[in-house]
């Protein structure tokens, strides 16, 4: 684990991505692991303020590219202040959503073209990229569903409060990056009870860690 280990968790709306990270980090810390759990939009004071625009919807006029690029900004700061100094210290590192989202949201979805996103995330990422990426998937409308609960009586951010066809098209559009980017990707059935949910991340992220060490042990001639 010397050059530590990114996991991104990407998904729709009450996928439950924040419990089921805060559930993976108390198993890793379990097994000797350092874990950094972050989030986007966020992880740093100046992503968070940025994050509270984003989720308000003070910045929804001014366009999916312009939103695109408040999140790639959060990003930057996100990645140099809070990421990539805990993979260099060889954490684990936990990020509730990462660029799929914006891949997602503001381009499948958005319309922002792929040459545009392309840009920015060259700009922002700088070769900073997810070991694994954990897509939570469910169906759009269970979904609302759990993020009402969650809510209670506050209301819905920007993204929830759209329309449920808008959030199926989002759920496709996860699938469509999995089935694109395999090797990086996995997808978990969330629909399902949050412990056998739990289980299937467990192993999945327990597996990848395994690997990558053991690839990194082989990288380095067997010496540690």
Same mark, same amino acid.
């Given at each position: 684990?010397?050059?530590?280990?990114?996991?991104?968790?990407?998904?729709?709306?009450?996928?439950?991505?924040?419990?089921?990270?805060?559930?993976?980090?108390?198993?890793?810390?379990?097994?000797?692991?350092?874990?950094?759990?972050?989030?986007?939009?966020?992880?740093?004071?100046?992503?968070?303020?940025?994050?509270?625009?984003?989720?308000?919807?003070?910045?929804?006029?001014?366009?999916?590219?312009?939103?695109?690029?408040?999140?790639?900004?959060?990003?930057?700061?996100?990645?140099?202040?809070?990421?990539?100094?805990?993979?260099?210290?060889?954490?684990?590192?936990?990020?509730?959503?990462?660029?799929?989202?914006?891949?997602?949201?503001?381009?499948?979805?958005?319309?922002?073209?792929?040459?545009?996103?392309?840009?920015?995330?060259?700009?922002?990422?700088?070769?900073?990229?997810?070991?694994?990426? !954990?897509?939570? +998937? =469910?169906? &759009?409308? #269970?979904?609302? *569903?759990? /993020?009402?609960?969650?809510?209670? $009586?506050?209301? %819905?951010?920007?993204?929830?409060?759209?329309?449920?066809?808008?959030?199926?098209?989002?759920?496709?559009?996860?699938?469509?990056?999995?089935?694109?980017?395999?090797?990086?990707?996995?997808?978990?059935?969330?629909?399902?009870?949050?412990?056998? !949910?739990?289980? +299937? =991340?467990? &192993?999945? #992220?327990?597996? *990848?860690? /395994?690997?990558?060490?053991?690839? $990194?042990?082989? %990288?380095?001639?067997?010496?540690?």
């Amino acid at each position: 684990m010397k050059g530590g280990f990114f996991a991104t968790f990407e998904g729709g709306e009450g996928s439950g991505k924040t419990t089921q990270i805060g559930k993976l980090a108390v198993t890793l810390r379990e097994r000797g692991h350092t874990v950094c759990l972050t989030r986007e939009p966020g992880g740093t004071p100046a992503a968070d303020a940025l994050r509270e625009i984003l989720l308000s919807g003070r910045a929804k006029d001014l366009g999916a590219e312009t939103e695109a690029l408040l999140f790639a900004a959060g990003r930057r700061d996100h990645i140099e202040g809070v990421i990539l100094p805990a993979l260099q210290r060889g954490e684990v590192v936990l990020c509730d959503r990462f660029h799929d989202s914006t891949r997602v949201y503001q381009g499948n979805v958005g319309g922002v073209a792929p040459e545009a996103l392309a840009v920015m995330e060259a700009a922002t990422l700088e070769g900073v990229a997810p070991d694994l990426t !954990v897509i939570l +998937d =469910i169906p &759009a409308e #269970v979904g609302l *569903r759990r /993020a009402g609960l969650r809510r209670g $009586d506050a209301l %819905a951010d920007r993204f929830e409060s759209e329309p449920k066809a808008l959030h199926e098209q989002r759920r496709a559009a996860f699938l469509q990056i999995a089935a694109r980017e395999p090797k990086r990707c996995v997808v978990i059935d969330a629909n399902r009870d949050a412990e056998i !949910v739990e289980a +299937d =991340i467990r &192993a999945a #992220v327990l597996e *990848r860690i /395994a690997s990558s060490a053991e690839n $990194d042990t082989e %990288a380095k001639g067997g010496v540690e």
